[in-house]
T-cell receptor, first 115, second 112 residues
Framework: DADVTQTPRNRITKTGKRIMLECSQT?????MYWYRQDPGLGLRLIYYSFDVKDINKGEISDGYSVSRQAQAKFSLSLESAIPNQTALYFC??????????????FGQGTRLTVV | DQQVKQNSPSLSVQEGRISILNCDYT??????FLWYKKYPAEGPTFLIS?????DKNEDGRFTVFLNKSAKHLSLHIVPSQPGDSAVYFCAASMGGYQKVTFGTGTKLQVIP
């Protein structure tokens, strides 16, 4: 089983619909992140959470919200999906205990299409 | 404002030769740099990293060089293998926050 699991893997939704992307991890890490990847733009940070009570906006948080339900679960919601939110979304985790800048572990991604 | 830039979207290299992937950054507060590799339909995976107190870090076929004065880092792969064909992302962070900023990626193709 993957250490970082994202569901669903693929989703097509209509403009205006609310959609939730879920992420769960078995790494035992406190830190979790949501990124989106767009062609030519690389990976951009949407939200991040350093522990269950800590939620922070990333560089492109408008139109998104998150919920950290437990240490292992971090979900991303699109309140009212729009076509330019069509992208590949990645969840990631990292261990902020062994060092400040250790590697992140990524899920396999969710391909979201808004029509 | 792209703080981490990978100006070459793609690179083709013959098997056995050296691959050099470049990355430039603008924020002098970055003090930790990472390279990730991404295959299609998979998430990025960590490859190698370097702290700003070093100018070189080596791990097997992979070496990362950091030139702080030029705000430039590079990843060298020697020798290149077909399995190295992937998209490579450069990333940078400011210590303690781990809010990592990624570059746009370079697609490496290693030709057998």
């Amino acid at each position: 089983d993957a250490d970082v699991t994202q569901t669903p893997r693929n989703r097509i939704t209509k403009t205006g619909k609310r959609i939730m992307l879920e992420c769960s991890q078995t790494k035992g890490h406190d830190r979790m992140y949501w990124y989106r990847q767009d062609p030519g733009l690389g990976l951009r940070l949407i939200y991040y959470s350093f522990d269950v009570k800590d939620i922070n906006k990333g560089e492109i948080s408008d139109g998104y919200s998150v919920s950290r339900q437990a240490q292992a679960k971090f979900s991303l919601s699109l309140e009212s999906a729009i076509p330019n939110q069509t992208a590949l979304y990645f969840c990631a985790t990292s261990d902020g205990v062994t060092g400040p800048d250790t590697e992140a572990f990524f899920g396999q991604g969710t391909r979201l299409t808004v029509v | 404002d792209q703080q981490v830039k990978q100006n070459s979207p793609s690179l083709s290299v013959q098997e056995g030769r050296i691959s050099i992937l470049n990355c430039d950054y603008t924020n002098s507060m970055f003090d930790y740099f990472l390279w990730y590799k991404k295959y299609p339909a998979e998430g990025p995976t960590f490859l190698i990293s370097i702290s700003s107190i070093k100018d070189k870090n080596e791990d097997g076929r992979f070496t990362v060089f950091l030139n702080k004065s030029a705000k430039h880092l590079s990843l060298h792969i020697v020798p290149s293998q077909p399995g190295d064909s992937a998209v490579y992302f450069c990333a940078a962070s400011m210590g303690g926050y781990q809010k990592v900023t990624f570059g746009t990626g370079t697609k490496l193709q290693v030709i057998p």
